[in-house]
């Protein structure tokens, strides 16, 4: 701010000061009065004279003049202010301005800065100014930092303090500290170096700013921390480091090199290797195969013999490695070397040394190895693969815990932990091995620990005697009871022996717990085994054992069933031997007993597999053949029907023909879902809303006095099924549980998800591991034995009174199940109830929208005019076909297998609209025919007809894509009806393709 110029305040003040003296002056003067006595007399102005004697004053009017001049003055003094301050108020606005762009430029520089993290801070330590490169170093954001502190930040309270108080010092001096390193930290915690330099700014008007400027050095400072750690690797390394340039000339050797070579690295430096330590021994092609590899970019290595300065020769392995730049060239070598002379002359000695003792190793009598502290054969001697039965190939592809007998395995192991441990360091055992062939072999073993010079253990030497005779002796010297105890020990089988002199017999622990008993529960009885053996079985086992002991001929094996302790029957495979004694009398039998229970139930549930697939294919080829004959009978009665109006008589008797012959083709129906024939319409469906749709029938089905109870698990997977087939496994099901309870009961329907593992599948025949739906049907009604559930699935089997089943139901549900690649199992026992139980494989998919197939209409088929081939094996069905189709103005061609279709089709110069060709035929089977025709025409439409399926156009049982079908026997409406949808469906293709 410029001063106002000293003249005009000077002239103001004095104007002020005159006016303040005249007014008081004459204030003064009018004041004054004669002095009597003296010829003194201040005359009054008549202007200032008072009245009536009063002082004199200064009149009104007289003092408004004067303000008014006072006034006017000090308004032109201000004026003339203004007027001077004008100039400045502009500059100092362009100023301010200007400072305010400057700002705003230098704001931008800063913040554009990449590396460098810039912070202002005002004297309190709060944040005025923080860059894009602040917040990338730190990870604050400018947002966060802008008004608040420093101790905003995350940081160790020494630093915290320190860049406190560095800011208020510089502050208050006005100069900036020295730059130096600073160890902070990232907002995540992680370290940072940086290099911080300071600078305090001082604005006019303004107070002091710190700013401070940082850059990171951590990256620096590490790669820095990893080259001299490096490089001190290199120089304290114990091999010696040559590096060459391109010429091979030395520029730099660490002192390991000196060491080795007795040069120094100033006597080495800018020489070439050879000229340091060439000894001659290698020729110039040597050398060129080295050079030509390292120039080939290839890393070479190999040993030299080299010359020491002092003369002497020395082993040296070399590695040389080219060292490229950036571009990929190759710039440098570096070679590492290491004298190898004492480890050579070590491995000479060491040769010799092993040369004696290969000697005595490979022709020793006993048998000798060495294995790793791992127990891995190193070596053997052909003396222990003699022993043991094995070629030395074989052997050292073992390891030591394959060959020690299973009994002396753990023991064998400890005391190898033991003489490592350092509790002995050499030990004799008796040790059991296996012989290849399977025998046992006893030996005595010496072992001991080879140690490496600093003491550590390396690997075990083994010295065998076979002492497998001497063993043997000594173990016929035992007690057999002793022999007894350590078989059992060593096997899962019930040992027993019976003396046959005294009646006693013995029966191991294992035996016992075979039959549920803890071995202080059962006493040593042949009585109490006696007992045990299953009614049916007793009189055979006893009868068998007499025979045996009477004629002994090799072992006693026999298989019977025992009564556990919960009350079942254990199956039992039981294997004696006869001891005879001196005289050869018979006075000792013993042997082994084998729970054989699982085997035998997977045997039989094999068996009753194989029994079903041997009945289901029965079943089904002459289900095949009978739909032929129902198709005649059904087809011809059908069509006699409709030409029998005027006689009631004989409608009558046709009417109940085709009763008979619907009868007829539900229980061939029944037969081919048994054997599992059945043409299948599949869908991704959920088993909880098939029952809930059948909840209603089902109980309408059972009657009121059961009780019904379903029980669903509610994220239940998805199964692929036939939806109308399950309804009939259900329906079957309730049906056979509601004849079970015939004075009422419980049925209960369960679904579920369950998993079934690799055990599960080895004890039931048939069943893949993996995920299921389960849906079980339970009765606690009258329940079934055993022979009952053995043929519980097979077809025409019933326990029902003659005319009230045909059988056919549970067979039914079997081959749907099947049919559907799922298994059904049931659980049963007299008077206990039964439960059904169906495992579905679970799918991964979307659920299919189940609707129920239209009814065929029943008014009259429209007559037709187009040609259709008719091919069918069964010269009854062919010619009721072509009866049928004829009757409705159709063009008939017939053929009675492939090949003869394929012929007519060749010779027929017309078009042929539609195939309808059975699936099972010998020779060349429908789709077959089917596939050759339509290459020919691809516009010919396909009907196949058949009630078997094997394969031909469906996979496992499901129609393929697009197939149109129509089921044996079949009506003679039915089939006019499936011809005409076909013909006209074609005809609208035809018209939209047009």
């Known amino acids: 701010m410029r001063p106002v110029k000293s003249q005009y305040l000077f002239l103001a003040g004095v104007v002020a000061v005159l006016c303040v003296l005249v007014i008081a002056g004459l204030a003064a003067i009018a004041s004054i009065r004669p002095i009597p006595g003296t010829p003194w007399t201040l005359l009054s102005s008549a202007l200032f004279s008072g ?42 606005f362009e100023s301010e301005a200007a400072l305010r762009a400057v700002d705003e430029q230098y704001r931008l520089v800063l913040d554009s800065i990449p590396d460098v993290a810039i912070q202002g801070y005002e004297a309190d330590g709060s944040v005025v100014y923080w860059n894009a490169a602040s917040e990338a170093l730190y990870g604050y954001a400018a947002s966060e930092m802008l008004g608040n502190s420093i101790a905003h930040m995350e940081l160790a309270d020494d630093v915290r303090d320190q860049v406190c108080q560095g800011i208020r010092t510089m502050s208050e001096r006005g100069r900036p500290f020295r730059s130096g390193d600073l160890e902070l930290r990232h907002r995540n915690g992680a370290p940072l170096s940086v290099y911080s330099g300071y600078a305090v700014v001082a604005l006019p008007g303004r107070p002091r700013r710190v700013f401070c400027m940082n850059i990171d050095l951590t990256a620096r400072k590490r790669a820095g921390d990893t080259l001299r750690i490096q490089s001190a690797a290199l120089e304290a390394a114990a091999n010696a480091i040559v590096i060459t340039n391109l010429n091979g000339e030395i520029e730099w050797v660490n002192p390991a090199f000196t060491a080795c070579t007795g040069y120094s690295a100033e006597e080495a430096i800018g020489k070439n290797p050879r000229e340091l330590v060439y000894s001659g021994r290698h020729d110039a092609l040597f050398y060129k195969n080295m050079w030509d590899t390292i120039l080939g970019g290839q890393v070479w290595r190999g040993e030299l013999i080299n010359r020491k300065k002092d003369g002497s020769l020395y082993n040296e392995e070399q590695t040389i490695t080219p060292l490229r730049d950036a571009t990929g060239q190759i710039i440098r070598f570096i070679a590492i070397k290491q004298d190898v002379t004492a480890r050579k002359a070590a491995e000479a000695a060491q040769f010799e040394s092993e040369a004696r003792f290969r000697g005595a190793f490979d022709h020793g009598a006993i048998g000798m190895a060495l294995f790793s502290l791992e127990g891995k054969w190193l070596d053997v001697n052909p003396a222990l693969c003699r022993m043991l039965g094995y070629s030395m190939e074989e052997l050292l592809a073992t390891t030591i815990r394959d060959i020690i007998y299973k009994d002396d395995l753990e023991a064998s192991l400890k005391r190898l932990d033991a003489a490592l441990a350092g509790q002995s360091g050499a030990y004799l055992i008796d040790n059991r091995y296996c012989h290849k062939s399977g025998s046992i072999v006893w030996a005595l073993v010496a072992i001991a620990i080879v140690r490496d010079k600093a003491g550590a253990p390396v690997h ?18 035992r007690d057999t009871q002793e022999r007894l105890e350590r078989a059992v020990q060593a096997s899962n089988v019930g040992l027993w022996d019976w003396n046959l002199h005294t009646g006693q017999i013995y029966h191991s622990p294992e ?45 006693l094996i026999q298989e019977f069933r025992l009564r556990h302790k919960d009350g079942s029957y254990r199956w039992i495979l039981s294997q004696g031997t006869l001891q005879c004694d001196e005289q050869g009398l018979p006075f000792r039998l013993l042997g082994t007993h084998l729970d054989i229970s699982e085997r035998k139930q997977l045997e039989e549930q094999f068996l009753q597999s194989q029994k079903l697939e041997s009945v289901g294919r029965l079943a089904g080829g002459v ?53 599992r024939k059945q043409v299948l319409k599949p869908c991704v469906l959920d088993l909880n809303a098939l029952i809930r749709e059948s909840e209603s029938m089902l109980k309408r089905l059972i009657g009121e006095d059961i009780d019904f109870v379903a029980i669903q698990e509610e994220e239940l997977g998805r199964v692929k099924a036939d939806p109308v087939q399950l309804h009939q496994v259900l329906m079957n099901l309730c049906i056979n549980a509601r004849d079970a309870m015939p004075h009422g009961g419980k049925l209960t329907i369960e679904t579920r998800n369950v998993d079934l593992d690799e055990d599960y599948s080895e004890r039931h025949v048939s069943v893949k591991p993996g995920s299921y739906v389960m849906i079980s049907v339970t009765d606690n009604g009258q329940g079934m034995d055993r022979e009952t559930q053995e043929r519980l699935f097979e077809p025409f089997f019933t326990t029902k009174e003659v005319g009230k089943g045909t059988g056919l139901g549970l067979a039914t549900v079997y081959g749907i199940v099947k049919q559907s690649n799922g298994n059904i199992w049931v659980y049963s026992e007299p008077d206990m109830g039964t439960s059904f139980k169906i495992y579905l494989p679970r799918v991964q998919a979307p659920l299919d929208s189940l609707h129920t197939p239209a009814t065929p209409a029943t008014s009259a088929v429209e007559r037709g005019s187009e040609t259709i081939l008719v091919v069918e094996d069964n010269e009854a069905v062919l010619q009721l076909a072509r009866t049928i189709l004829s009757r409705l103005g159709y063009k008939i061609l017939i053929a009675a297998d492939g090949q003869e279709a394929l012929r007519l089709m060749a010779n027929s110069r017309g078009a042929v609209d539609l195939l309808i060709t059975d699936m099972v035929m010998p020779g060349m089977n429908g789709h077959e025919l089917a596939g050759a025709l339509l290459e020919q025409r691809p516009q010919l439409q396909v009907l ?43 005809q609208v293709e035809a018209t939209a393709r047009n």
């Open 944 to 986: 196949y007809m058949s009630g078997y399926t094997d394969g031909a156009i469906t996979h496992q049982g499901e129609l393929q894509e697009g197939a149109d079908f129509i089921g044996k026997p079949f009506s003679a409406a039915a089939l006019s009806l499936k011809v005409r949808q076909i013909l006209d469906r074609a």
């Open 623 to 675: 289900a095949h053949d009978f739909n032929n004959l129902l198709s005649v009978i059904n087809g011809y009665a059908g069509m006699a029907a409709e030409f029998a109006d005027g006689n009631a008589q004989l409608r009558a008797h046709l009417n109940e023909i085709l009763r008979a012959g619907e009868k007829a083709a539900l229980l061939t129906s029944q037969l081919l879902a048994f054997s």
């Open 51 to 92: 009245v009536d004697g009063a002082a004199p004053g200064l009149p009104g009017e007289l003092a408004i003049l004067l303000m008014g001049i006072l006034l006017v003055f000090a308004s032109v003094v201000f004026v003339l202010w203004r007027w001077q301050r004008k100039p400045y108020d502009h500059e100092r």
């Open 460 to 477: 075990f030497v083994a010295q065998v005697q076979d002492i497998t005779e001497r063993k043997n002796a000594e173990a016929a010297l």
């Open 511 to 555: 035996w016992k717990w075979q039959l549920g008993y803890r071995p202080d529960e059962l006493e040593d009885s042949l009585f109490l085994w006696e007992q045990a053996l299953h009614p049916e079985d007793r009189s055979r086992a006893l009868d068998a054992v007499q025979a045996y002991i009477e004629r002994p001929a090799g072992l």
